[in-house]
């Protein structure tokens, strides 16, 4: 096992996320020394480290006599894949790849379920997904009479309503000794480790599934788009990490949840949706990713061509739900799906941000993103840059979602029902201009019809007004085309 540091720097990911892995990968090796295995273990910092996975494996074979062949896990990042499959020539000897375990559908899998199909919408592969496993299934029909339950999880969080407490894990000697050297070795890195409360080890990480399972799950589904100020975390499970890294597998949590409802201590809705996120999103983009690489990344449908705003790394907007997403990422290395959908992924595909620079941010900034899950989840769904091979239309929205869905517009200084004049919201007059810039193209997506003719109502002074706003807005934060 090694720590390289072209693993650690091909992003410049977010000091939480070295901190979890390298620490994780540590406890590891010493579960498995103590279980009579073996370990070759190589620290970032030790003397004559080669710096990347396929050196230091050079190395081992040449110090090392008699190796016959290398075995190793197939990577979750295409780039990773491209240089294993040159390792058999390059070292002279049989190098085999075997399957990555970490998920319920094989790559092949979902290949054998893609091929010839049209459309390959998520939905479809996760009832195909759930007739396999038999998770949420009575007979050949789905539990409760329906596929999915979304029109029960989309309640606006009450006043009222107290988050639940979550799980922290404290760092121990290893953890201690990882953080201070991300902090030496990284220190121009995304991220604060003044608050690391990710747990390392499969038994600390099967404590915060059970915790969810047994605390949060019920409210789980109500409550799962809801999006609060200083609420980081909500009911979302912050499981993805631990899954993502291979400290809990996927089926047996699943079939956890199940369990809960079978008991009746979570209901119906909250338990499907919480399975279909593992069970349909997760192995979903995974194929797609596959599916559909290398190419995948480089497409653009909108031809989007702005910079990043310098926003997305300080926090420094007057944008209430950008500012909150932001900082939960910075302090948490984390923000929950709505958030990465609606908010940041929302602005971004409204101001037309070039998508390599959406999907290198996204990349940095979570503990859970390897491109795998993160191109997909960012490129189709957020931005739309696949031009609707993932989603079946642009997540496009105005301020009057996020009001709905959040109590941010209560403490910002736009107001989300103006579209122009003092105090309009970005999110507005962003929203209308991009509807009208792309209005040809997003003309041919059934899905948008009735957005299109409420576009075609607008009176036009309105809309040079609002596109005036967003090219003054845009350049003033930075967001302009790149050179």
């Not at 709505?338 to 971004?348: C, H």
């Not at 919201?425 to 299109?452: A, I, Q, S």
């Not at 009176?459 to 350049?475: I, V």
Request: proline fraction near 4%; include cysteine.
């Amino acid at each position: 096992m090694a720590e390289v540091m072209s693993e650690a720097t091909y992003v410049r990911h977010h000091k939480q996320k070295l901190v979890l892995v390298f620490s994780a990968m540590r406890h590891f090796a010493e579960e498995l020394r103590e279980a009579g295995w073996q370990v070759r273990y190589v620290r970032l910092d030790d003397p004559g480290n080669e710096g990347s996975l396929k050196a230091q494996t050079a190395r081992t074979l040449d110090e090392i006599d008699g190796i016959e062949r290398v075995i190793v896990t197939r990577p979750g990042e295409w780039r990773l894949l491209s240089d294993m499959e040159e390792w058999e020539g390059h070292f002279g000897c049989p190098v085999e790849l075997r399957e990555d375990t970490r998920f319920i559908a094989s790559i092949r899998d979902f290949a054998d379920w893609a091929e010839g199909r049209k459309s390959l919408r998520m939905e479809y592969f996760y009832r195909d997904m759930r007739r396999r496993t038999g998770l949420l299934m009575e007979g050949d029909k789905p539990a409760g009479g329906a596929w999915n339950f979304d029109q029960d999880n989309r309640r606006s969080l009450p006043a009222s309503k107290d988050t639940p407490h979550r799980r922290d894990f404290r760092p121990d000697k290893i953890t201690r000794e990882v953080i201070d050297m991300v902090e030496t070795r990284f220190p121009d890195h995304f991220g604060t480790l003044r608050a690391f409360r990710w747990g390392v080890t499969r038994s600390e990480a099967e404590a915060a599934r059970d915790h969810f399972i047994n605390d949060i799950l019920p409210n789980f589904g109500d409550f799962q788009d809801a999006m609060a100020r200083q609420e980081a975390f909500l009911w979302h499970s912050l499981l993805s990490a631990y899954l993502n890294l291979g400290l809990l597998d996927p089926l047996d949590v699943c079939r956890r949840a199940e369990t809960a409802w079978k008991r009746g201590h979570a209901p119906l809705n909250a338990v499907e949706g919480f399975i279909r996120q593992i069970l349909g999103w997760r192995e979903y983009v995974r194929g797609l990713y596959w599916w559909r690489m290398p190419g995948y990344r480089e497409t653009n449908h909108f031809g989007a061509d702005r910079a990043l705003p310098d926003f997305y790394w300080t926090g420094e907007t007057d944008m209430a739900c950008l500012r909150e997403a932001v900082l939960h990422s910075r302090d948490h290395a984390y923000s929950h799906h709505i958030q990465r959908l609606m908010v940041t992924g929302n602005f971004a595909l409204l101001a037309g941000i070039h998508p390599g620079e959406v999907n290198e941010w996204y990349m940095i900034v979570y503990a859970d993103a390897y491109e795998w899950v993160e191109l997909p989840n960012t490129h189709g769904m957020a931005i739309f840059a696949d031009g609707g091979l993932m989603a079946s239309k642009p997540y496009a929205a105005s301020a009057n979602y996020i009001n709905k869905m959040s109590d941010f517009c209560s403490s910002c200084v736009y107001s989300p029902t103006r579209r122009t004049g003092e105090r309009a919201c970005p999110f507005n007059y962003l929203y209308w201009t991009f509807l009208d810039t792309h209005r040809e193209r997003l003309k041919e997506n059934g899905r948008m019809g009735l957005v299109m003719k409420n576009l075609e109502k607008k009176d036009e002074g309105e809309l040079a007004e609002m596109r005036r706003l967003s090219d003054d807005f845009l350049a003033g934060i930075g967001a302009v085309p790149r050179g």
